[in-house]
């Protein structure tokens, strides 16, 4: 069975830091995503990774996929409080169906 | 486009209850899941459709979960009898290519 770890599953980290959430998996795909979840809210999609090498940038947020590592990250770039949320990594295993696998989520927490 | 429709928003029923969720989502997208997040399990899938036949429903926790998906715009998860181990938020997303979207979640509590 797949397993997607994500660490760390807890973050606290001051405004203006730089910090990088890890997703580890443990079978070959070459499809990754990263969704964040507001309190209360449904998830959200941030990031879709669909290669080897894939890097996408959006605002403070980037991610990137190492298939071969097995390994996708989620680095912050000068912490705002806005950015506090849950963020969920998921593999995508397209045999047998579309199915997803998530990671357990980060809990991030920016502070002033 | 409304995204990933999901009814009621909140529901609260006392154990023994049946329960129906429902769920629209977005027109053209061939997959549908329906998960169940808690503060202890996380994200679990529950079960999931293509082209409106169910494919994987391994993750239907017990014979008292259910689900249907008659036509491409509509499915239904039901509870019957409900238990407060229920109790969880319970997401639809639907899919075509790549990435789900999700449904704003049913928050079900079970007393």
């Known amino acids: 069975e797949l397993k997607v770890e994500q660490n760390p599953l807890f973050l606290s980290m001051q405004e203006g830091k730089n910090y990088t959430i890890y997703c580890n998996y443990s079978?070959?795909?070459?499809?990754l995503y990263w969704y964040r979840q507001d309190p209360g809210k449904s998830l959200e999609s941030l990031f879709v990774?669909?290669?080897?090498?894939a890097v996408k940038q959006e605002g403070r947020l980037m991610a990137s996929l190492d298939t071969k590592a097995r390994l996708s990250t989620l680095h912050i770039t000068a912490a705002v409080h806005d950015l506090s949320a849950t963020y969920f990594c998921?593999?995508?295993?397209?045999?047998?169906?579309?199915?997803?696998?998530f990671g357990t989520g980060t809990s991030l927490t920016v502070i002033p | 486009d409304a995204g990933v429709i999901q009814s009621p928003r909140h529901e609260v029923t006392e154990m023994g209850q049946e329960v129906t969720l429902r769920c629209k989502p977005i027109?053209?997208?061939?997959?549908l899941f329906w998960y169940r997040q808690t503060m202890m399990r996380g994200l679990e899938l529950l079960i999931y459709?293509?082209?409106?036949?169910?494919?994987?429903d391994s993750g239907m926790p017990e014979d008292r979960f259910s689900a249907k998906m008659p036509n491409a715009s509509f499915s239904t998860l039901k509870i019957q009898p409900s238990e407060p181990r229920d109790s969880a938020v319970y997401f639809c997303a639907s899919l075509k290519n790549y990435g789900y979207t999700f449904g704003s979640g049913t928050r079900l509590t079970v007393v």
């Open positions: 998921a593999v995508d295993m397209s045999y047998p169906g579309n199915q997803f696998y």
């Open positions: 079978t070959t795909s070459d499809r």
């Open positions: 459709f293509n082209n409106n036949v169910p494919i994987d």
């Open positions: 027109s053209g997208h061939d997959y």
């Open positions: 990774l669909l290669s080897n090498g």
